[in-house]
C-alpha cells in the first residue's frame, strides 16, 4: 500500500465520497436519510484524525486533504440545504465568504512569503464543529416537519444558523489575526 493510502486517508477519500450523496438525498427530500449519512461522513472527521494520531499515520497528504474533505462536505451540504430552502442563501454567503478570503489569505501569504504550513486555528475547528452541529439541527428540523412541527427544532435550528454565522466570522478574524502577527515575525526576523 502506498505511503498515502493509509487508513485514515482512506476515511478522508470517504467523507469526500459521501458528500455528493448527502447532497442529493438532500435534494431529494429524503433529510432522515441525509441525516444518517452526514453523521456517518461527520464521524470519518473525527475517526480519521484519531487513527493518524494513535498509530502515527500521520501524512502530508493527510494533512492537506483533510482540511478540504471537511470544506467539502459542510459547503456541499448547505449548498444542497439552501436550494432546497431548508437554510437561508446570507447563511451558505457567509460560510463560503469566509472561506474564500481564507483561501485568498494563504494564496497571498504562498506569493509573497516562505510560508508553506497553515495549520488550522482553534475557532477554525470550533466553527466547523459549530457548523455541523448547525447542519444537524436544520435537517433535523426539517424532518421533525413531515410529522409534528417541533417549536424547539425550529427555534434551534434558527439560533444555530445566527451561532454559526457568528463563529464562522469570528474564525476568519482570527485568522487575519494570525496572518498578520506571522507576517509580522517574518519581517522582525528579516531586519
Not at 492537506?64 to 449548498?79: E, H, N, Q, R
Not at 506569493?111 to 488550522?120: G, K, N, Q, V, W
Request: glycine share 8%; aromatic share 10%.
Amino acid at each position: 500500500m502506498s505511503a498515502w493510502l493509509n487508513p485514515p486517508n482512506l476515511l478522508t477519500l470517504l467523507r469526500l465520497i459521501l458528500t455528493p450523496v448527502i447532497a442529493w438525498t438532500i435534494l431529494a427530500g429524503r433529510p432522515a436519510l441525509a441525516l444518517l449519512i452526514f453523521a456517518a461522513a461527520a464521524f470519518t472527521d473525527y475517526l480519521d484524525g484519531a487513527i493518524a494520531r494513535r498509530l502515527h499515520l500521520s501524512t502530508q497528504t493527510g494533512a492537506v486533504l483533510d482540511p478540504i474533505a471537511d470544506k467539502c462536505l459542510l459547503s456541499g451540504i448547505f449548498l444542497a440545504m439552501a436550494a432546497a430552502r431548508i437554510v437561508p442563501w446570507w447563511f451558505v454567503a457567509i460560510v463560503f465568504g469566509r472561506d474564500l478570503y481564507i483561501l485568498a489569505g494563504a494564496g497571498v501569504l504562498l506569493l509573497t512569503t516562505d510560508i508553506r504550513r497553515f495549520p488550522p486555528s482553534i475557532w477554525g475547528k470550533v466553527s466547523t464543529c459549530v457548523q455541523i452541529g448547525a447542519a444537524i439541527a436544520c435537517l433535523l428540523n426539517q424532518i421533525s416537519r413531515g410529522f409534528i412541527h417541533f417549536g424547539i427544532l425550529h427555534w434551534l435550528a434558527g439560533t444555530g444558523l445566527w451561532i454559526c454565522s457568528a463563529f464562522t466570522l469570528w474564525s476568519g478574524v482570527h485568522y487575519t489575526w494570525r496572518a498578520v502577527q506571522i507576517g509580522r515575525k517574518k519581517a522582525e526576523t528579516a531586519h
